[in-house]
């Protein structure tokens, strides 16, 4: 969804209303795909004020990604609000903002659907995990430990205890 700039610019439009429903291609993030089953729906205000365009609204999507835990795929539904202002004037100072990925200087474009990508990129948990009790893939024979236990002796002593046994063990070989 592009948006023209020079009728705001001008200040011919002051506000506009925007709505959309757009399919997302898969995005990569922190080296993972993330794909969009459902379209992505954008409700978005737009006011021109002093210079700038302000974009308010909200992204709601419902992303497919892997667990960090238990490296399944599962689907995060997110829901954003947007606050953002876009400066207007092209003034050569300004060539960083208007080199982004979604301000198109040429052709005098926003890209809003680009900016709302950056926007949800922003937003992702660090970690995504497909649900709060994920208990993740045993450390030694790497089965999802969510779909059952392993036959794997973990060893999960209290360092305290740890010792208690070693000296247990030296007393045990004292009297061999
Ligand atoms: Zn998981
Ligand atoms: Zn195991």
């Given at each position: 969804m ?5 009728g705001?610019?001008s ?11 757009e399919?997302?291609p ?11 089953k ?20 909200e ?8 667990c ?20 207007l004037?092209s003034?050569?100072?300004q ?7 979604y301000?198109d200087?040429e052709?005098?474009e926003?890209?809003l659907s ?5 926007v949800?990129l922003?937003?992702l948990?660090?970690q ?8 993740g893939?045993c450390p030694i024979?790497?089965k ?6 392993c036959d794997c ?6 360092p ?8 247990l063990?030296?007393?045990q070989?004292?009297?061999?």
């Open positions: 592009k948006l023209l700039l020079s705001w610019r200040a011919d439009v002051v506000q506009q209303t925007l709505m959309a429903s399919l997302w898969s995005l990569k993030w922190q080296g993972q795909e993330i794909r969009f459902e379209p992505v729906q954008l409700s978005l205000e737009l006011t021109g004020e002093q210079g700038s365009l302000l974009v308010r609204g992204i709601a999507a419902e992303l497919e990604l892997a960090s835990r238990c490296a399944e795929d599962f689907v995060l539904p997110m829901r954003l609000t947007m606050n953002e202002v876009i400066p004037a003034d050569e100072d060539d960083g903002c208007w080199n982004s990925a301000l200087r052709r005098d926003l890209d680009e900016l709302s990508i950056q949800l922003e937003n948990p660090l995504p995990l497909c649900s709060q009790e994920c208990r893939l024979c790497g999802n430990l969510n779909s059952g236990d002796q973990v060893e999960t002593i209290d305290r205890l740890a010792i208690l046994r070693q000296v063990n030296q007393n070989q004292a009297k061999k």
